[in-house]
């Protein structure tokens, strides 16, 4: 069972990792495992704007590297302090479509107390995957 106030707070904590110095745009991600760990990630920006990492994939990425897989992972928190909710970025929705599960829910939230709930499959219909290469 997926306690979100638990994971919406776990996501403020992460955020607060975030390094924004141009954008002054926080965002936090709590990756949430089948084995009850929580997997930060937050956005890293760099002046050569194309460097910067989005908190999404330093979540997604970083429960790879401890060795997690996609089937170990059962949800995604993200929170932002904008006036209105914040969606994935493409490319995080494109990385999502290939290291998560298709029905994982991505829990979008505000700090001021706004919330949406989405599938994976919902942010990205249609994704290009695996299927799509000539193997």
């Known amino acids: 069972m997926i306690n979100k106030e638990e994971l919406k707070n776990e996501a403020i904590k992460a955020r607060e990792l975030s390094y924004s110095p141009y954008s002054h745009f926080k965002v936090g991600a709590a990756l949430l495992t089948k084995d009850g760990k929580y997997i930060y990630g937050a956005n890293i920006e ?7 990492l989005c908190a999404e994939r330093n979540a997604i990425f970083g429960a790879y590297m401890q060795g997690y897989k996609k089937e170990d992972i059962i949800a995604l928190g ?4 904008s006036p209105k909710l914040a969606s994935p970025c493409g490319s995080c929705r494109q990385v999502m479509s290939e290291l998560l599960s298709h029905d994982v829910p991505v829990y979008m ?3 001021k107390g706004e ?3 989405k599938t994976v499959e ?3 219909p249609y994704s290009f995957d ?3 290469l000539d193997k």
């Open 46 to 52: 760099n002046s050569a704007y194309g460097l910067c």
């Open 115 to 117: 919330e949406l709930v």
């Open 78 to 81: 993200l929170v932002t302090d």
């Open 130 to 132: 695996s299927d799509n």
């Open 122 to 124: 919902e942010l990205l």
């Open 109 to 111: 939230f505000t700090l």
